[in-house]
């Protein structure tokens, strides 16, 4: 069955930097287009950044952007996301998500936290 399994959340300073990883297993990986997304406490679960299949295409919410990289192995299966400058405000947990026309699927997150 499909899996996307994150890892490399961690507790890190404002201003430091972090990569989180993401698996995908049971599917064809570079046929999905990947996003991140993020939940802040309490706060509903927001798009963060995306990159296409084959073409690696990219786009980030202008929150991120500058700040974030998102890239993906497909030979690994592999997504990631570069995140530097991190400020108390990307305290949150990261999903990796896998996208093809109807189809979307989910990990189970990475939790992000900033101390100031």
């Known amino acids: 069955q499909v899996q996307l399994v994150e890892s490399g959340g961690d507790l890190v300073q404002s201003g430091g930097s972090l990569r989180l990883s993401c698996a995908g297993s049971g599917f064809i990986f570079s046929r999905y287009d990947m996003n991140w997304y993020r939940q802040l406490p309490g706060k509903e679960r927001e798009w963060v950044a995306a990159i296409t299949g084959t073409s690696g295409r990219t786009n980030y919410v202008d929150f991120v952007r500058g700040r974030f990289t998102i890239s993906r192995d497909n030979y690994g299966s592999l997504l990631y996301l570069q995140m530097n400058d991190l400020k108390p405000d990307d305290t949150a947990v990261y999903y990796c998500?896998?996208?093809?026309?109807?189809?979307?699927?989910w990990g189970q997150g990475t939790q992000v936290t900033v101390a100031l």
């Open positions: 998500n896998a996208r093809r026309y109807s189809e979307s699927y």
